[in-house]
């Protein structure tokens, strides 16, 4: 051994000793892992507390089953998991499993596997605590403004036999309840106890009123395959002992009284576990029968939305092209602001902005409160609203670009004949600008047309919401979407078409 060789040796060595016991310690540490889908704003259930953590009784009855399963709570990984989207995380394998106040129903069978259920519960009201209007789910038929979430088999299940009332879909029952907190709405629907939970979380401020009118058995999702017949236990089959497990030993009374207790809710009976032998056999569904009617309902709202957004875009659009293009620097600065924020600004924030910022804190709801479709006709307006705000600035952009498209030598003949810039713009450089990006501006149309589907999110029934609705109640998922793909096909392809045409025919020759 040479003396050079020797110092490299021992350099070999004290990194080895260093770094063996860092890779054990992390293997041992570090390991297995599992993720598991909840929600997040359900106090007393599934919600997410100041620090951080999670807290209720779904986060128990996961955290036992996962203990049950191998696993200690610091290696769980939780996942939001809102009710429109539980199928989809579940099938993508974006969780192992989920416990988010999911119903067991036939419909879902045929695309996820359950385990449990592990909760029997049953829907409910919450109204504010001064409401004398609302005694139970017969008082809805009188126009009452109610809310629950888009997906959830309570909003189905109130379109289905109540239609008297006015439904408000939302995402998330957290912005039905500040909905109903600033008075919008009159009520909110779910199962007893998720509402009760919310009751608890602030005292006198809401009530739960009627009785329970359904029955909903809550399962534990998880991927077909962990249901199916192998060798050794399946998924399912462990989940279900761990439930069976947690009742037997009283840690499932514990976690409810714990968390659910302070509500005022009773602690009900243990449900007794469902071994099903096989998952629910997928059902012939005719999608044209039960639901065509409603698609073209639906893709009318659509083909209203874009009309009436394109025209509000196209006025506010053209204003702020004037003010861009102004000699005035206070309008072309406003202009430019404009332009740069709502540009670079999500449409669904300013969606969202119409919704919750106008019609609920500031209470401008563009409908009268009275009307026995304010819901709706509120709805829609403030979707119009946000996508004419919102496209106005591509439109102005795409003017702006045909502005400079004009010679500059018509602006000055123009000056030199004493036309004043407001002349100026409207006889000259307007109507050789819009001729000159009619293609450009079908391309804005086009993507408005599409941009209308995130008009779902407040809850507009045009055809992205009904499209959620179909894929929550059948399992035909690549049926429903091409249904969707070929009637926004139809919608946009002539479109653009019809200005690629136009803009061939009167375009501005130089």
């Not at 990984?77 to 106040?101: C, G, L, Y």
């Not at 007794?272 to 997928?282: E, G, L, M, S, T």
């Not at 004043?420 to 804005?444: E, K, T």
């Amino acid at each position: 051994m040479t003396l050079a060789s020797r110092p490299v040796r021992l350099l070999a060595v004290a990194l080895l000793a260093v770094l063996v016991p860092l890779g054990l310690s992390s293997c041992s540490a570090g390991g297995k892992r599992i993720t598991i889908g909840t929600k997040f704003d359900q106090p007393g259930l599934a919600a997410k507390l100041p620090d951080g953590s999670l807290a209720g009784f779904d986060v128990d009855v996961a955290t036992f089953v996962a203990g049950e399963l191998g696993y200690s709570p610091d290696q769980i990984d939780w996942k939001e998991a809102p009710s429109a989207q539980r199928e989809t995380m579940i099938q993508n394998h974006q969780v192992d499993f989920i416990v988010a106040t999911y119903s067991i129903t036939d419909a879902r069978k045929q695309k996820v596997a359950f385990a449990g259920p592990y909760l029997t519960t049953g829907q409910g009201l919450l109204v504010r605590a001064d409401n004398t209007d609302i005694v139970g789910p017969e008082s809805l038929a009188h126009n009452k403004k109610l809310c629950s979430v888009g997906g959830s088999t309570p909003a189905q299940r109130i379109a289905d036999k109540y239609p008297g009332v006015q439904l408000q879909k939302y995402d998330t029952y957290s912005a039905c309840l500040e909905a109903l907190r600033n008075g919008i709405l009159d009520a909110l629907s779910t199962d007893e106890v998720i509402l009760a939970g919310y009751a608890a979380q602030f005292p006198g401020t809401f009530k739960l009123v009627g009785t329970p009118f359904s029955v909903e058995n809550y399962g534990i999702g998880l991927r077909q395959e962990n249901a199916e017949e192998h060798q050794g236990p399946t998924l399912r089959e462990q989940i279900n002992t761990a439930i069976e497990k947690m009742i037997r030993t009283g840690e499932w009374r514990a976690a409810f009284d714990r968390n659910l207790g302070p509500a005022g809710i009773p602690t009900p009976t243990p449900p007794q576990v469902d071994r099903y032998d096989a998952v629910a056999a997928v059902s012939d569904i005719d999608l044209l029968g039960e639901y065509g009617t409603k698609v073209l309902r639906a893709f009318w709202v659509t083909i209203q939305l874009a009309v009436f957004s394109a025209i509000g875009a196209l006025i506010l659009g053209t204003a702020l092209a004037a003010m861009r293009l102004s000699p005035v620097p206070v309008l072309a600065w406003l202009g430019t602001a404009y332009v740069n924020v709502v540009r670079n600004t999500p449409l669904t924030l300013i969606l969202l902005f119409c919704s919750f910022g106008l019609a609920q804190t500031m209470g401008v709801t563009l409908a009268d409160s009275t009307s026995p479709t304010f819901i709706v006709d509120s709805n829609f307006r403030l979707a119009v609203l946000g996508l004419s705000v919102y496209t106005a600035a591509f439109i102005c952009e795409t003017l702006r670009s045909g502005v400079n498209t004009v010679p500059l030598g018509q602006a000055e003949a123009a000056r030199s004949l004493g036309l004043s810039f407001g002349q100026n713009l409207r006889l000259i450089l307007l109507p050789q600008a819009f001729r000159a990006v009619l293609i450009p501006l079908g391309s804005v149309l086009i993507a408005l047309v599409k941009n209308t589907t995130i008009a779902s999110a407040i809850g507009v029934a045009e055809a992205a919401l009904l499209m959620k609705e179909m894929i929550e109640n059948t399992a035909m998922l690549l049926v429903v979407g091409s249904i969707f793909a070929v009637g926004f096909i139809i919608l946009t392809l002539p479109l653009g078409l019809l200005f690629g045409r136009l803009g061939s025919r009167m375009a501005v020759l130089r």
